[in-house]
């Protein structure tokens, strides 16, 4: 695991998504820059110096561990809580300075729905709504186009409970649109949908970041679901940022191109030093009930060679695969760990409550 930010210069076209450099920044405007900040708690720090920038109309991944601080990160952004030390710029306010502001700029979708089950779908969104001053007039006209644009038009009038767990998911992004904001902040936003319907918001998403120009930051615990929506991804551990690149800088910064998969018919605490001793072999992983994965810059002679040892030694393979390296496999490189999901975390009131306007942290 590193101890400071990996960062890989970016080599797409100005089109796509921006360039970084070393210190985390992007060569397009930032709707959010935050710089060196801080969290303690007495004399735990839970977040130690982080910096990074989000640009413009870009969708920024935030990945790491359960008590990694990204929570704790996203919390600071949205006025949740102080920051110690260090600052966050949203939508050109200062978070410490200028919270309300900060607010009227931002949606906030949390894990858990928190949308009321026995208003209508309509009733939820007008209520939130005023919240943020939103006039009549502006009011309609807003819900019936974040209706439109999460597909939920034909239920306006359809009582929250009576939806689908995806179209309760899909109002709660309604909701956290229907005051036009120009930052959107999102917490495991597809955590509990089936496949379906995960990849229905995914869509979503990709069509609202380009129809509404919105600056997208999510957590998730989908490394597909990174991969594909996110224009960059920052990862945490500890505190600390320790890699920050696209999806493909982050595979292509982590040694082997290759990963290999392989289980044998028996358990033996030998295999990790013969794996490791192979050539082409940069790294290997143990995982559960004998299986290892293998990063290799060769997959082909490496499974090759694989076939072989076993042979030598009169063991068996139970199962040998070749994928491409994965952001899986970036997150075990950087953290030492695999992500894996967290419970749904209990709800606090402050979420529900947390962007209106002079509500205090």
Known sequence: ?????????????????PAINGNGKTDAPAAIAVEKIVKRYGDFEAVKGVTFQVAEGEIFGLLGPNGAGKSTLIRMMTTLIPVTAGKAIVAGHDVTKDSDEVRRMIGVIPQALTSDPDLTVEENLSIYAKLYSVSRAQRTKNITEVLEAVDLIKWRDAQTKTLSGGMRRRLEIARGLVHDPRIFFLDEPTTGLDPVSRIAVWEMLNNL?????LTMLLTTHYMEEADRLCDRIAIVDHGNLVALGTPVELKQSVPGSNVVEVQFNREDPGWQSRLEALPNVTEVQSQSAGVYRVLTSNGSQTTTQLVEMAASLGEQLTSLSVQNTSLDDVFVHYTGRQLRDEQVKPMMASWAMLQRPGAQP
């Not at 695991?1 to 998504?17: C, D, G, I, L």
């Not at 970041?209 to 120009?213: L, S």
């Open 209 to 213: 970041k380009k129809t509404r120009n």
């Open 1 to 17: 695991m590193m101890s400071a930010v990996k960062s890989v210069q970016s080599t797409r076209p100005p089109t796509a998504a």
